[in-house]
Each structure stands twice: as structure tokens, then as C-alpha cells.
């Protein structure tokens, strides 16, 4: 059996360089002022100084109390925004006249609705309650018989508007209460009849001439 083995070549002796007397100079022959001169040393660099390690800085230097007086601030500055958003966005109130006129443009807009006894309630109720609302009569409490009554010590309306609302009043009631039948053209007149009264359109007219009368 044979055991492989690392054969270690040594250098013979005249493989083995010497240097020679000729080839290196020695201490003896240096000159005199290098053989005291001493060899210089690298210049040593001063360490950089170590600070304390210093964590993230606070971008949020605020109290609470001042947190909550900011939002309460906030808060109530956006209310008010809202708030007058909104109301320049709502139409002002309409008045009991604006109303009434409205409720009747409505009413003649749906003319042949419903049958005629529900039309003379409808007519009826809405000039009752503009009188009681504009001028704080008792019309939506009272009978016709009652309420005209009442307007004998009332100076506000003249005697052709008490005539026009009496005239009013006793064709609705033959509506509501006797179930009288009303045509389209007498549904439309008593729709503009209330129109010409809340508009105060009706217009004192001069007495007749007795000619006027014979006619």
C-alpha cells in the first residue's frame, strides 16, 4: 500500500542569497548626521468629540388647554359658517298675503280636482284663514252669518269688499253645505273673486245715475 506523501523541496545553499559587503552599505559608512536623526512619526489625527445622543425633535409643543380652546374655536367657527350658509340659502318667510295668493294660484292650477263640495271648503278655508292671519279676525272660528256681522264694527274693509267677501262666502257655503254643483267657469271665478280681494283689487265704484238704474 502505497501512503502519498507532500515532498518539502528545500532551497539548497546556492539557492540562498547573501547579500554581500559590496551590495549593502553599513551603519559605518552612513553619514554622521543621519546616524543620530531620528526617524519621524506619522502625525497622530485628534479623535472627533462624541455628543450625547439627542432624541427626535417635538414638533408639538402645545398644552392641552390650548389643543381644546383650539378645537372648541374651530368647532364654533364652522357652526357659525354653516349656519350662515344656510340661511342665505333659505327664502325669506312669505307673508299672508304671498301665501294666500300662492295656495289659490295652486288650487287653480288643479281646477276640476275633487268634486265641488270639496272645492268650496278648499276656497273657502284658504280666504278664512289669510283673514284671520293678516288681520286677526275670527273668520276660521265663525259662521258667515257671524262673521258678517262682525265686520258691521270693522273699519278696515270698504263697503264693496264687505259686498265681495259676502258674495264669496255664501257661494262657497252653497258649495259646502247645500252640495250646489259648479262648472268649470264657476270654479274659476270664485278662485279669482278671493284672488281680487286678497290683492285688494276691488275698487270702491261710483253710485249709479238714475238712468243707470232705469237700464
Do not use: W
Amino acid at each position: 500500500m502505497n501512503i502519498p506523501f507532500l515532498a518539502v523541496i528545500a532551497p539548497t545553499n546556492s539557492q540562498i542569497l547573501t547579500p554581500s559587503s559590496g551590495n549593502m552599505p553599513s551603519f559605518a559608512s552612513m553619514p554622521q548626521a543621519l546616524q543620530g536623526a531620528q526617524i519621524p512619526q506619522a502625525p497622530q489625527i485628534a479623535p472627533a468629540p462624541l455628543h450625547d445622543i439627542v432624541g427626535p425633535f417635538s414638533f408639538f409643543a402645545y398644552t392641552p388647554m390650548q389643543v381644546v380652546f383650539t378645537l372648541v374655536v374651530f368647532i364654533l367657527f364652522l357652526f357659525l359658517l354653516i349656519m350662515g350658509i344656510r340661511k342665505l340659502r333659505q327664502k325669506p318667510p312669505l307673508t299672508p298675503r304671498e301665501a294666500c295668493l300662492q295656495n289659490l294660484h295652486k288650487a287653480k292650477e288643479k281646477l276640476m280636482e275633487g268634486n265641488d263640495h270639496e272645492f268650496g271648503i278648499l276656497v273657502s278655508g284658504l280666504l278664512r284663514g289669510y283673514l284671520g292671519t293678516a288681520f286677526g279676525l275670527a273668520a276660521p272660528r265663525q259662521t258667515t252669518e257671524e262673521f258678517l256681522l262682525s265686520l258691521r264694527d270693522h273699519n278696515r274693509f270698504t263697503p264693496m269688499e264687505r259686498e265681495s267677501l259676502e258674495a264669496f262666502l255664501v257661494r262657497s257655503d252653497f258649495l259646502k253645505f247645500a252640495h250646489g254643483e259648479a262648472s268649470e267657469s264657476d270654479r274659476l271665478s270664485l278662485i279669482e273673486a278671493a284672488e281680487e280681494f286678497v290683492r285688494g283689487e276691488i275698487v270702491e265704484q261710483a253710485p249709479k245715475t238714475e238712468e243707470e238704474l232705469a237700464s
